[in-house]
């Protein structure tokens, strides 16, 4: 849940068109043919055949075996082990040796130490292990006929300590399995779609210790852990046999028991798991799994189309997405819904082939010639897209919902209600405690020394105001929180926005939705995060890494942010879960942390967002500009200190980051009301320099420099904005949209606002080099046409099929908050591309995060901004 890559709104895209580099020569040099000529040649064979990717493949089913490995921690652990694509769904993953019946996020797993593919024997090898406890396993798939079987091997005993712990588990996806029927031995059964299943409480001496000793649990002072019962327990099950997609049938001498995971965890699955014999080597256990697949199955076409619409005057493409056994058709056509209600085919366009990308075939339908407004949808072969408008007013409301019910949802110390709904109470009443010396943090930070004038858990005084909730999560993260107040500062100067939807009384410590208070509601987002951050500044004395959870258990928090701590002030002298006499503090060491060892480079961004702030601020609340107009001054003085110092210490040492300081200098000399011309001379010294080195880097920062040059620096910018171009061009080479694809473990569509967000101004200050049609691909591919499903990726925003589940602090419920940008479609190696819409839990595909949600702002007024010239 921790947003550790950068979600500044338009930030380096420079790793990514490495990444892109390296995957076009590995991808499409080579293996693209060899993915095609895989797919022929096992495609129609009815048995198991690993291919030349190292999976196991027949149509309609793919077995991957650790293509994707375990990483421990932060990680979901539902991307990994022994993975089964069903029909084109992954439906089944995390085959491992595991420690107990149903895993969670903070249960240790185990690392690949070896995987062996072996193409002769059709068969693949990994050895696990597990450090803390000295323990191998071998497991081994081999493919035979249609199914495979999966073998566990140990060199030496499960050790002492594991005996009954360890076990072989498979997770099977609850979304796709319940409400359906199961056989354990011939005994009838349906999957249960809501968790009602048996447990027992165990003594926590009797618990596998969880990733390094954190604890999901509240144990609420027994001493004891839920351990699931199985529901079933037996040798042979069949799953699904209702369901030919997603039948399959496992058998197993040893036995095993099914488990229902979201007994301990909302975001558990469906376990099957034989626990490993004590005191045996050699093979130990052994299934065999075979999925059903359906005779002649091809995947259905996804027609990629913008779910919200287009204007009359821009491109019109839609991206269809073929199984690789499909026949391309000739054509595809477009009907429209008259007001009477009747349907006509208006326009008959051909279908041109882009070709492979990944696991799939690619073709482009372009309808732009179809300029006429009204309601539309597009027919391809068989298949009707559900309908969209052409219209010039399409694109107008597609900020509101994310700023009118997203961000302030996310206000953190602040009750936020919604009509006759209270979406949270005022959080974190008690405040936050100074985090002990070394400590480390599941969030992904951590405490050194204490460099603060307080003790390890004592409380510092006002830090509980103000601020945004990091994501899905409900940290104040201080980098994300910086970004947020940049990013709005950015849009009121470019765009003032006046839009005023939202109540806003920081008195009251109350919001409330839709209901206008004669103040625009962007400066009230810019107040509310400038209060926390210059609270952290005053209090602490520099800025803090994060706010965050002082313990797991309230971490892995769902539904009102108000109710994860107890509100009072936290009392060692106390027993845990004992009230003071005075009702105002308790034992529960529930209180959140400030973890506050000194960043100056983080100290110089706030730096400079304080300026920004203070800025936007001046005139509506000059108490607050003040206050954060100093923070300002002190901290860049202060950090460029202990640069200087830590400089002269280690001459050899890296400087500060150079691209952040053309940013710095120029922020500075506009917050200095562009009196203090030497930032102005320091960024002109840097510019070019960074141009030369890296165009796609450095554009944007160049071209938010334009207000404020002299004539000549456009047009010296200009052979720049040129090779950008190339750029921007380079992605229809790479894949079939046009945009960057990420493919790292936290979906790409960041970077597509990013893409979207620079082309804008690009095109705006250049539409003579870049035309709008760069940032037409972005809102596109946002908003349904991009892989693996066509659901726009933005929730509840003015589109017929938007994404209906987002990983937000409402997941439990398979819900959305609106306006919430998913991180959208995620890549699973070596091939295949995922967005989940029935399940919400992975973050990585699912969540949206404050700093990217209002990155998204940006690009929403820079794009409407072009899209009405
Ligand atoms: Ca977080
Ligand atoms: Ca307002
Ligand atoms: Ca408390």
């Known amino acids: 849940m921790q947003v550790h890559l950068n979600y500044l709104y338009k930030k380096n895209t420079d790793n990514l068109t490495h990444y892109i580099l390296m995957k076009k020569t590995a991808l499409r040099a080579l293996p693209l043919l060899t993915i095609l000529a895989a797919g022929c040649s096992t495609g129609n064979s009815p048995d198991l055949k690993l291919n030349d990717l190292e999976y196991f493949e027949r149509q309609g089913v793919n077995v991957l075996v650790y293509n994707n490995t375990f990483s ?11 993975e089964i694509i069903h029909h084109g769904v992954r439906t089944v993953q995390g085959g491992a040796v595991r420690l107990v019946n149903t895993p969670e996020q903070w249960d240790l797993v185990p690392t690949t130490v070896s995987r062996e593919v072996n193409a002769e024997d059709n068969s693949v090898e990994v050895v696990l292990r597990y450090e803390d406890y000295d323990f191998d396993s071998r497991i081994v798939v081999t493919g035979k006929g249609p199914a495979v079987e999966i073998a566990v091997y140990l060199d030496k005993p499960v050790p002492k300590e594991l005996e009954g712990d360890a076990g072989l588990n498979l997770e099977f996806l609850p979304s796709q399995y ?13 999957f249960p779609r809501y968790t009602a299943s048996e447990t027992v409480a165990r003594p926590n001496t009797e618990k596998v210790k ?6 999901t649990y509240d144990d609420r002072g027994t001493g004891e852990f839920v351990d699931p019962l199985p529901l079933e327990t037996g040798h042979a099950i069949t799953m699904a046999p209702d369901d030919p997609e997603r039948m399959i049938r496992i058998t197993s001498d040893e036995g095993f028991s099914l488990y229902d995971g979201r007994i301990l965890a909302q975001n558990g699955w469906f376990v099957l798991r034989s626990v490993l014999p004590a005191g045996k080597t050699g093979k130990v256990v052994s299934w065999t799994v075979e999925p059903n697949a359906v005779e002649g199955w091809v995947r259905e076409p996804n027609i990629g189309f913008s779910q919200v619409g287009y204007q009359p005057g821009q491109p019109k493409v839609a991206v269809i997405e073929l199984d690789k056994l499909d026949k391309p058709q000739a054509s595809a056509s477009l009907w429209r819904i008259a007001e009477d209600g009747s349907e006509k085919q208006v ?16 073709v482009k339908f372009d309808f732009s010639e179809v300029t006429d407004p009204g309601i539309y949808y597009i027919k391809y072969g068989d298949i009707a897209t559900g309908n969209f408008l052409i219209d010039e007013h399409v694109y107008d409301r597609i900020t509101d919902a994310t700023s009118d019910v997203w961000i302030p949802i996310h206000m953190n110390h602040m009750t936020v209600n919604e009509g006759y709904r209270i979406w949270h109470g005022e959080p974190f009443k008690e405040g936050y405690l100074q985090a002990p010396a070394n400590t480390d943090h599941f969030d992904l930070h951590s405490q050194g020394a204490i460099d603060t004038k307080y003790k390890a858990l004592q409380l510092i005084p006002g830090l509980n105001v103000g601020g945004f909730f990091d994501a899905g999560d409900f940290d104040i993260e201080t980098g994300s929180n910086i970004s947020v107040v940049q990013n709005l500062v950015t849009l009121w100067e470019v765009f003032k926005p006046m839009r005023d939807e939202t109540f806003v009384d920081e008195d009251q410590r109350y919001v409330d939705l839709h209901r206008p208070d004669g103040i625009p509601d962007i400066i009230q987002y810019i107040e509310h995060g400038t209060l926390n951050l210059v609270a952290q500044a005053e209090n602490i004395g520099h800025m803090s890494q994060t706010l965050s959870n002082s313990v797991l258990d309230n971490y892995h928090h769902l539904g009102d942010a108000a109710a994860i701590t107890d509100g009072l002030h936290y009392d060692p002298r106390l027993k845990p879960y004992q009230k003071s006499a005075d009702g105002k503090s308790s034992g529960t060491p529930d209180d959140m942390w400030a973890f506050t060892t000194r960043n100056p480079g983080l100290d110089l961004r706030a730096a400079t967002m304080f300026a920004a702030a203070s800025r936007a601020l001046r005139g509506y609340n000059d108490n607050l500009a003040d206050r954060a107009l100093a923070a300002s001054k002190r901290l860049q003085q202060e950090a460029n200190e202990i640069l200087a110092a830590r400089a002269a210490q280690n001459p050899n040492g890296r400087a500060f980051n150079a691209g952040n300081d053309l940013a710095t200098n120029l922020q500075l000399y506009v917050a200095t009301g562009q009196r203090e011309k030497h930032y102005l001379n320091s960024f002109e010294n840097q510019i070019w320099e960074a141009l030369d080195r890296n165009v796609n880097n450095t554009i944007s920062v160049a071209m938010d420099a ?17 090779k950008y171009k190339e750029y921007l061009d380079s992605f229809e080479e790479d894949n079939p ?30 539409p003579e080099i870049i035309d709008k049609s760069y940032a037409y691909k972005a809102v596109n591919y946002l908003f349904g046409c991009h892989p693996y499903h066509n659901y726009s990726l933005v929730a509840a925003v003015g589109a017929a099929r938007p994404k209906a589940v987002f990983y937000g602090n409402n997941r439990a419920d398979f819900s959305f908050i609106p306006g919430n940008v998913a991180p959208g ?14 399940w919400p839990f992975l973050w990585g595909q699912n969540e949206g995060t404050i700093a990217g949600n209002t990155g998204y702002l940006i690009f929403g007024q820079a794009f409407l901004n072009i899209a009405k010239q």
């Open 210 to 215: 969880q990733f390094k000793g954190y604890r």
């Open 825 to 838: 479609v995620l890549f699973r190696h070596p091939d295949h591309f995922e967005n989940y819409d029935d």
């Open 72 to 82: 421990g921690g932060f990680n979901d652990e539902k991307n990994s082990g022994i």
């Open 178 to 190: 319940w409400n359906k029927t199961y056989l354990m031995d011939g005994r009838l059964n349906r």
């Open 347 to 362: 326009f008959t366009g051909k279908v041109v082939e882009w070709g492979p990308y990944f696991k799939y075939n690619y």
């Open 737 to 766: 949209y046009g945009v960057p694809i990420g493919l790292g473990n936290w979906a790409g569509s960041g970077s597509v606002v990013s893409f979207g967000t620079t082309a804008s101004f690009a095109a705006k200050y250049f």
């Open 706 to 722: 334009i207000p404020y040059m002299e004539l000549n620096y456009k047009s010296k910018l200009a052979p720049y904005v040129e």
